[in-house]
């Protein structure tokens, strides 16, 4: 496995890939959901390069980007035993050479409901740093976590709207045992939290918004932001949509799940 930081590096390291490649995007703090998107990527692909880049550009003001977790040596043990090819952990100074990009990708509409419109500018963010990472790994086939369905959505849109030479492959959320869906920021949580977290998913058992929303309402140490039945392409509300997502504040930390329907 080879570990690259500059544009150099990663140009000369992807020119020795040959047949498909996959790029499995991360900010780090690896755990089995990230080991699951490259296993996935090795079905996809003959080669896999994993980047690890804490964005800053899509974190708002207040947001944990100072406190996000960084665990680069377990993250390259991670991508090691999962057997990627390339690891690109770029500074930001190497992705942002001219500073904070003044042209950025907008997500439009997907980029201002729920998620968004807790967290204005993110989505702005992360496309800006999807495309560009796709540019400098130049992949067939790209894989991103159902976990962050919004995401995935406004990944799949800018693809179709802009005609990017790339397919675009959901991996469904891996689980705690217990149901929790795993995410980096699940390290911030004491265990009394983690247990009060569950609640998300148990909401989203219920299939049903008003039953679901009672669970989360009835909870103490739970702040809801949302749960709702959305579409999954334009996150437009719709009664026959074929994704529940949920988002609550537990302690400081804020959590996201969703579950896939059938459309009503
Ligand atoms: O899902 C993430 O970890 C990030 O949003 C991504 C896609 C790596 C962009 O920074």
Redesign the pocket.
């Given at each position: 496995m080879k570990v690259v930081r500059t544009r150099d590096e990663l140009a000369e390291a992807r020119a020795e890939l040959s047949g498909r490649v996959a790029v499995v995007?991360?900010?780090g703090a690896l755990h089995e959901g990230h080991a699951e998107l490259v296993r996935q990527a090795r079905q996809h692909a003959d080669a896999v390069v994993v980047?690890v880049?804490?964005?800053p550009l899509?974190f708002g003001q207040g947001e944990d980007l100072d406190r996000y977790p960084r665990t680069l040596q377990a993250d390259l043990d991670l991508c090691e035993r999962e057997k990627a090819d390339v690891v690109f952990t770029p500074l930001p100074e190497v992705v942002y050479p001219d500073g904070l990009p003044l042209v950025r990708v907008s997500a439009g509409r997907l980029g201002e409901v729920y998620e968004g419109a807790s967290r204005p500018g993110h989505f702005d963010?992360?496309l800006t740093?999807?495309l560009k990472?796709l540019q400098l790994t130049r992949p067939d086939v790209a894989l991103?976590?159902q976990k962050?369905a919004q995401?995935l959505a406004a990944?799949r849109r800018m693809v179709r709207d802009l005609d990017l030479p790339v397919q675009v492959v959901a991996v469904p959320t891996v689980r705690e045992p217990d149901g929790l869906a795993l995410s980096?920021r699940n390290a911030y949580l004491s265990d009394e939290q983690r247990s009060t977290a569950l609640v998300l998913s148990r909401a989203l058992a219920t299939g049903d918004v008003a039953a679901g929303r009672a669970l989360l309402d009835a909870e103490p140490g739970v702040e809801p932001d949302y749960l709702a039945r959305v579409d999954s392409a334009t996150f437009e509300d719709s009664p026959a949509g074929d994704l529940l997502v949920v988002a609550a504040r537990v302690g400081s930390t804020r959590l996201l799940d969703n579950r896939i329907l059938e459309r009503a």
């Open positions: 995007m991360t900010m980047t880049f804490v964005n899509q963010g992360v740093v999807v990472l991103f976590g962050d995401q990944i980096s």
